[in-house]
């Protein structure tokens, strides 16, 4: 059974960092892709980044959405089945509540709040 649990969520000033884990279990994480959503509210659920399976190896493995480039940075730990969000500069539209995800399975999610 797929479990997706995400924690490191909190609050943050404008400007600050973050950093979000999701521990993964119920299969064999290092052959899947792992993403980050996330979602504000009254808003539709947004990409966040992507990284590839270890399986990949085509040179840069994540993929990020717009308004993220260049100030978060995905990673993953495959001993630890987890997965990274480092988020820097954060603004107080990054307000969300982020999710980690997997095809079709979805964590609980974490909620980030940037305010001052």
């Known amino acids: 059974q797929v479990h997706l649990v995400e924690s490191g969520g909190g609050w943050a000033q404008p400007g600050g960092s973050l950093t979000l884990s999701c521990v993964a279990s119920?299969?064999?994480?290092?052959?899947?892709?792992m993403n980050w959503f996330r979602q504000a509210t009254g808003k539709e659920r947004e990409f966040v980044a992507s990284?590839?399976?270890?399986?990949?190896?085509?040179?840069?493995?994540?993929r990020y959405g717009d308004s993220v480039k260049r100030r978060f940075t995905i990673s993953r730990d495959n001993a630890k089945n987890t997965v990274f969000l480092q988020m820097n500069s954060l603004k107080p539209e990054d307000t969300a509540k982020y999710y980690c995800?997997?095809?079709?399975?979805w964590g609980q999610g974490t909620q980030v709040t940037v305010s001052s």
């Open positions: 990284i590839a399976s270890s399986e990949y190896t085509f040179g840069d493995n994540t």
């Open positions: 995800n997997r095809n079709v399975f």
């Open positions: 119920g299969f064999n994480f290092s052959r899947y892709s």
